[in-house]
């Protein structure tokens, strides 16, 4: 199974604000943060609404604004963060398959897919942020960082 770019993106940067929440004053900048991860800023900020709007992340508005935590590390699985950005979580097209009614194959499927988000679901953003170290360029201060405004209703 391979994630898709929009979780991958949401991971990174969940993580990033875990970061900036333990390491510095916890507001982040879209813009900033899609630069620091190579990411498009278009899509990061599409990854950022959907995480604001599940309450994962919090924005804030204005000219210094931006985003952090929604709520505390410790709180948020990975297991929570992959169901929520994952459209599809079935290993295979069973829809579509000739077998699908007498497939030995999909209860091993379902049954690994199971085993997968319930290891997702005992990983939090806190213990993934704990093995965590943003590179050396990339440091949190006070100082404003480049921001992107984001309102959200």
Known sequence: MRLTAHTDYALRILLHAALAARDGDGLLGVAQVAADHAISRNNAMKVVNVLSNAGLLQTVRGRSG???????AETITLGEVVRLTEPCLNLA????????????????????????LAELDQQTLAQ????????????????PRASTTLVYN
Do not use: H
Not at 66 to 72: C, D, I, V, Y
Not at 100 to 116: D, P, W, Y
Not at 128 to 143: D, E, H, K, W
């Open 93 to 116: 097209d069973c829809e579509n398959c000739i077998l699908r009614g007498s497939c030995g194959l999909r209860g091993m499927l379902n049954k690994a897919m199971g085993v997968f």
């Open 66 to 72: 931006g985003f952090r935590l929604g709520r505390s």
């Open 128 to 143: 993934a942020a704990a093995g965590s170290r943003l590179p050396a360029a990339i440091q949190f201060s006070n100082v």
